[in-house]
Nanobody, 126 residues
Framework: QVQLVESGGGLVQAGGSLRLSCTAS????????LGWFRQAPGKEREFVAA????????LYADSVKGRFTISRDNAKNTVDLQMNSLKPEDTAVYYC???????????????????WGQGIQVTVSS
């Protein structure tokens, strides 16, 4: 059973930083894509960033490019999202997700991901 557990959310002022962590368990993730999505009140869940567990390929939404960095820690089985220069519009519930498709393309659509965490709140005050 795949489990994804997010941690590290909270309240931060605009311009500040937060680091989210997703601890993955229950499977060997070497062929998976691990990603982050977010959902603001009244909006659709949107892609933020993702990476291939094997190799160095990653992908970012235009809205976070240059401010957010996704990385993995093989020893801890975690995928982290370092969020810098946060803006009020980054306020959302952030979800960790896993795509079991072993293809080379990094998925960006919600329906392409098989497993989801519970989500964690990030609030950026102005």
């Amino acid at each position: 059973q795949v489990q994804l557990v997010e941690s590290g959310g909270g309240l931060v002022q605009a311009g500040g930083s937060l680091r989210l962590s997703c601890t993955a368990s229950g499977r060997t993730f070497s062929t998976y894509t691990l990603g982050w999505f977010r959902q603001a009140p009244g909006k659709e869940r949107e892609f933020v960033a993702a990476l291939k567990w094997s190799g160095s390929r990653s992908l970012y939404a235009d809205s976070v490019k240059g401010r957010f960095t996704i990385s993995r820690d093989n020893a801890k089985n975690t995928v982290d999202l370092q969020m810098n220069s946060l803006k009020p519009e980054d306020t959302a519930v952030y979800y960790c997700a896993a795509d079991s498709n072993s293809g080379v393309i990094i998925a960006t659509y919600r329906h392409e991901y098989d497993y989801w965490g519970q989500g964690i709140q990030v609030t950026v005050s102005s």
